[in-house]
């Protein structure tokens, strides 16, 4: 389970489908409705917060709207769009692992965008973060 802390507009066509379904199944964790995955270290910064479903959900509204600029088809439905808007914490050191890695991963999945971004020295966090 990947849910990541940079600004969704930074993925590639695969790592925004990917965060899309990963983030899904933490919602179905955090609302009791799945078994598996209770206790996956991604999910600690989620729970951890007073609203927990709240902030899984303004994170999905994020991934949703990213999305829709990209004119891809994502059901609206699996949100909660009545959500108390929530502020995480995250550090420079877990924003500047995910920078590599994403930039790592576009290396060899999508070229383009990885020439579009290896030169950005800071990138955006999720506006949840």
Partial sequence: MRIWSLHPKYLDTKGLVALWRETLLAKHVLSGQTKGYKNHPQLNRFKSCEFPLDAIN???????????????????????????????????????????HLLNKLKTRDLKKYEQLKKQVVFEPHPLF
């Fill in 58 to 100: 303004q994170y999905l509204a994020e991934v949703f709207e990213e999305a829709v600029k990209r004119a891809y088809n994502f059901n609206k439905e699996k949100i909660d769009w009545d959500f108390k808007s929530n502020k995480l914490a995250v550090t420079s050191g877990q924003m500047e692992y995910e920078k590599t």
